[in-house]
């Protein structure tokens, strides 16, 4: 299937945007046109402004909560954007170590703070503190702004750590709602800095599952220009909505190839499909070969990573099959380590995985896996239909929609398998559909996946400013997504040259997977360790 060019999409939501017509056409046999002049498209994107219009106030000192119990000073209710799209959701909440204040009480219980410099907590001041951003949006569900003190806060200011919660959309108001009020809200601290303590160069988002997905696309897509227009639509400031570290668990993200990446990873698992069905799940598993052969994915050491044909299944077998496998096996490894075992307990451990067939061996203290298949078929089994995320017998996803809810198709790999069946007809109209701005499902996509701007094969590639610090952990077992969602992730992310910490953890799902320890407490541990306090 050809890439799209997005460059087009571009120029149509901008044209949306300044009240202009939109000229895209399609045909029936085309879901979106394409634009065959370069240099036309690199003007366009040149004329993307940040330079937009919004009234907002800076933080009023004049109204600080306190906290005493836990010495914490705190607003909430905070407007971040000057032209909220939806005012149950686009405030936030900050809250501040006492330290990095000096607070005089007010008549009626507020009180008027200053910031205080020499004020320590575990070694950061109010100038060195890093600001972490809370991301708990299950599913893309929105995600609550805060109306009182948040007591999860203490386990971050305890360490000197300024916390905010944003509130933001949710899938019901389509993408890019919810990373665009994030961004939002991370443009409206910085344009407080000076006022409010914290490092604006050391801002950190953290979240599981959906707002683990959320936190890799503001982690990979710092100040594009592909949110603009939707920025300037809420009145956002226009400083940076760059983000420096991200920890993301479970990243239910990469929505242009999740599909492919679920089918070829577990669709070995499916039984009893129709023949159209099997069709399909065979189609996308090899559309996933293509895709990983197109990226040229590298290992650490340069080593290219693509897929070839088997007798064993639909392409597995090639270096980026024995990668995955690898990365199965390491933890599995590491699983063994971190439980202490001795040498009968590991021998009865690995007995237990072959309870119902050989497929584990351990030999000179090594794991070995015979195939990813025999790992999926036990641990990993597809719990999705066909069309995983796409969900051709449901109508498609919310998450795509264009802001009235509804479930919408949103695959363009997809779309060129089922053509000439009956799902042909509605994924066409659903994508050439377009949102408020003007925009197509394909740029929403694009602008919501992560590798678009990573991968040097994409468009977006070092379109935007990423994020430097990465801290990447999965439940092994999870089934919402494919070991490749996450695998694909952590390898552009080391080829693009920033700071990776990846890792799967054995006999974990879908949750705040962590070797060791709990999940809060190894986040707050790795930002220590990579800003050196």
């Not at 760059?242 to 990469?254: E, F």
């Not at 061996?361 to 298949?373: F, H, K, L, Q």
């Not at 109508?395 to 053509?419: A, C, Q, R």
Request: hydrophobic residues 35%; contains cysteine; aromatic residues 12%.
């Amino acid at each position: 299937m050809k890439i799209k060019n997005i460059v087009l999409l571009i120029i149509a939501g901008l044209l949306m945007f300044c009240g202009c017509t939109n000229t895209e056409e399609s045909t029936e046999d085309t879901v979106i046109s394409e634009n065959e002049n370069s240099q036309e498209s690199e003007s366009v994107i040149e004329t993307a402004s940040k330079d937009w219009e919004f009234d907002l106030e800076l933080i009023d000192m004049n109204k600080w909560s306190f906290d005493s119990n836990s010495d914490v000073y705190y607003q909430t209710d905070i407007a971040y954007c000057s032209n909220p799209l939806d005012e149950n959701y686009e405030t936030l909440g900050i809250f501040v170590p006492g330290a990095y204040m000096n607070g005089t009480k007010n008549s009626d219980g507020s009180y008027t703070c200053e910031v205080n410099y020499s004020g320590t907590v575990n070694g950061y001041t109010a100038e060195s503190a890093p600001i972490v951003f809370l991301v708990n949006t299950p599913g893309h569900k929105a995600q609550d702004a805060p109306d009182g003190f948040v007591k999860g806060c203490t386990s971050y200011t305890s360490e000197g750590f300024i916390y905010v919660v944003a509130g933001c959309r949710g899938k019901d108001a389509g993408v890019p709602a919810g990373v665009t009020d994030l961004k939002a809200a991370i443009r409206y601290v910085r344009y407080n800095a000076g006022v409010i303590p914290g490092n604006m160069d050391r801002i950190a988002v953290f979240g599981h599952s959906g707002g683990g997905s959320q936190c890799a696309t503001l982690g990979a897509s710092g100040d594009s220009e592909l949110y603009y227009p939707y920025l300037a639509s809420l009145g956002a400031a226009t400083t940076s909505d760059k983000v420096n570290a991200v920890m993301s668990w479970c990243p239910i993200t990469s929505f242009d190839t999740a599909d492919l990446g679920y089918e070829w990873n577990m669709g070995v698992t499916r039984s009893a499909l129709s023949s159209e069905m099997q069709m399909i799940s065979d189609s996308l598993a090899s559309a996933f070969a293509q895709y990983v052969d197109e990226m040229n994915f590298t290992d650490k050491d340069g080593n290219v990573l693509t897929l070839e044909e088997s007798d064993e299944g639909i392409y597995q077998s090639g270096s980026y099959y024995e990668y995955v496998k690898d990365v199965i096996e390491e933890s599995l490894q590491n699983y063994l380590a971190d439980e202490n075992m001795s040498t009968s307990q590991i021998s009865s451990y690995i007995s237990s995985l072959n309870s119902n067939g050989e497929w584990v061996s351990y030999d000179d203290g090594e794991v070995t896996i015979d195939s990813i298949a025999s790992f999926v078929t036990r641990y990993k089994k597809a719990s999705k239909p066909v069309a995983a995320f796409d969900k051709l017998d449901e109508g498609g996803h919310e998450l795509f929609n264009t802001g009235d809810g509804s479930l919408t198709h949103f695959d363009e790999y997809l779309y060129e398998i089922v053509k000439g069946t009956s799902y042909q007809q509605v994924m066409e109209e659903d994508l050439n559909s377009t949102d408020y701005l003007g925009n197509s499902i394909s740029y929403r996509v694009k602008m919501f996946s992560p590798l678009y701007y990573l991968m040097e094969n994409n468009e977006g590639y070092q379109s935007s400013s990423v994020a430097e610090y990465w801290r990447i952990r999965s439940g092994i077992e999870q089934s919402d997504t494919a070991l490749t969602t996450e695998i694909n992730l952590a390898l552009a992310l080391e080829m693009y040259g920033v700071d990776v910490d990846f890792e799967t953890v054995w006999d974990q799902g879908h949750t705040q997977a962590e070797r060791t320890g709990k999940g809060s407490d190894n986040f707050i541990e790795w930002i220590e360790e990579i800003w050196n306090q």
